[in-house]
């Protein structure tokens, strides 16, 4: 099988020119920042998510700054809300030192045609499908580590005492909420080769467990979403927070862990990892997890955290379904989406895998 694209973001120079479709009025921008003229902007490459741009300045000016948008033709009040997203993180700034500083929110779209936000750039290294710089084995393991601890930290974070992050919480029954939502977007990207899949679903449905707590989550917490200092390798910020809502931890840990690929993972699932989690002295998943539960004190068994892990894959195979389905359907030509149903069909073994025979998935 052709290796997947990761279903986020598109392989390739992170920070590139700006796509004709996706240009602005840069001087517009330029004069609602009011910190002088943008010598250069720069797109960082992404794939159906919110547009993010590197705007330059001279150094005159003052240090560069990075611009944040909803794709062309989207409403800024639903999917691409740029306004929660800059909300959430000039919140979480006074209790969680890890997000960037955010410099403005522009609600008027004439300026661009758009809602957007501007923040300032967090320098460091992101790590990609491997890292950019020699690691040793004790470093890898000391990265993971330190980005479990900034989880942690995210989980801890008393939402009740920021009235904006509180303000996204719509109480217990997370867990129920995200299976029937999951559920219903695969039911409607279906194409003639999705496969079944009905054993995955009921046991998901049988199976769920009640919300053991309700933080922030970050719903996509992935390395390729930290960034890094560049000589110790610790982490100094994380981002991309369009999808962050107040939710069940655990849910946001199998989530993330569904795009962990180690090193002992077979050959397919090899070709869907995008990011250097296989490296020497990365931790497993089983790790992960044991360290996650050691420091919190939740109660993660092997057989509690089945449940967890299943969800993570189905909800990446919905998020693959959903472009595929574009694709089949020709509401995208991109031939980077031409391989997908098979990584789909892939992810459907695992989950049957890990949910077992019988009626319901028992085991």
């Known amino acids: 099988m052709t290796p997947p694209p990761d279903p986020q973001r598109v392989e390739g120079n992170p920070a590139r020119p700006v796509r004709d479709e996706d240009a602005f009025d840069v001087d517009a921008v330029a004069a609602w920042i009011g910190r002088g003229p943008i010598v250069e902007v720069r797109q960082f490459a992404g794939g159906a998510s919110n547009l993010t741009y590197l705007l330059r300045y001279d150094d005159a000016a003052g240090a560069d700054l990075i611009l944040r948008r909803p794709p062309a033709g989207s409403k800024a009040r639903g999917a691409h809300d740029m306004g929660r997203e800059h909300d959430v993180q000039q919140a979480l700034a006074p209790v969680f030192p890890f997000v960037p500083t955010m410099v403005g929110l522009c609600t008027d779209a004439s300026v661009i045609g758009s809602e957007f936000y501007v923040m300032e750039k967090v320098d460091g290294l992101i790590p990609r499908k491997d890292f950019q710089v020699e690691v040793s084995p004790a470093a890898a393991s000391a990265l ?82 930290l960034v890094l200092d560049q000589d110790s390798l610790a982490v100094v910020g994380v981002l991309d927070w369009e999808m962050a809502t107040v939710g069940d931890p655990l849910m946001d840990l199998g989530g993330a862990l569904a795009y962990w690929v180690q090193a002992d ?80 069909a892939y992810l459907e073994g695992r989950c049957r895998a890990l949910v077992g025979p019988g009626p319901g998935g028992a085991a």
């Open 265 to 344: 993972d077979d050959e397919v699932f090899q070709m869907f990892r995008r990011q250097p989690t296989a490296a020497p002295g990365m931790w497993t998943r089983a790790e992960v997890v044991a360290a996650y539960a050691e420091r919190t004190g939740r109660d993660v068994d092997p057989e509690r955290w089945r449940f967890y892990e299943v969800f993570g894959l189905f909800r990446l195979a919905v998020i693959i379904q959903q472009i595929w389905y574009r694709y089949v359907h020709r509401q995208t030509t991109n031939e980077a989406f031409a391989h997908l149903g098979g990584a789909v």
């Open 144 to 225: 993971c580590s330190d980005a479990l601890d900034v989880l942690v930290a995210l989980h801890a974070v008393d939402v009740a005492a920021v009235p904006t992050l509180a303000a996204l919480g719509r109480g217990d029954g997370y867990v129920a909420r995200q299976v029937g939502g999951w559920t219903r977007r695969f039911a409607d990207a279906r194409t003639d080769d999705t496969g079944d899949w009905g054993a995955v679903v009921a046991w998901l449905d049988e199976r769920q467990p009640r919300d053991v707590g309700q933080v922030l989550v970050h719903n996509d917490f992935r390395l390729d979403n």
